[in-house]
């Protein structure tokens, strides 16, 4: 069996359907940052999953480059994340569009610290 990266964000880790988007907007609490919204849905002993949304309405014309930032910026993060209990979706401003990946990805580690999903950098082994 091939061990997997620890920063792979595999499809179990994924929120896809359009369903379960609807079930974190129903039961999420909001949590507001300056350059996206998380929506975080208490799913006790179920996996941690994650959904990204960057619309045309919300991000303009780079609705796939914003959505590809913010999956990477999580993936990062991911090793660090809750492995159970959470659903997030991370919703993109406008104002993601030009931010740079820094202030972006404090932005996002910022809630998913106040979400009470991300271990502090080092105690996991990580430096």
Known sequence: M????????????????????????????????RHCLMLVAARPGEPTRVGFIASKKGVGGAVERNRRRLREIVRRRWPRVAR????????????????????LADDIERLLAE???LAPIGSLGHP
Not at 25 to 33: A, E, I, T
Not at 87 to 95: E, G, L, P
């Open 2 to 33: 091939p061990s997997q990266h620890p920063e792979r964000l595999g499809r179990e880790h994924r929120l896809r359907s359009g369903r379960d988007f609807v079930l974190v907007k129903q039961d999420g609490r909001p949590l507001r940052g």
């Open 115 to 117: 979400a009470g999903a």
């Open 84 to 103: 159970q209990g959470y659903w997030f979706v991370i919703v993109a401003f406008r104002s993601a569009i030009g931010a740079p990946h820094q202030e």
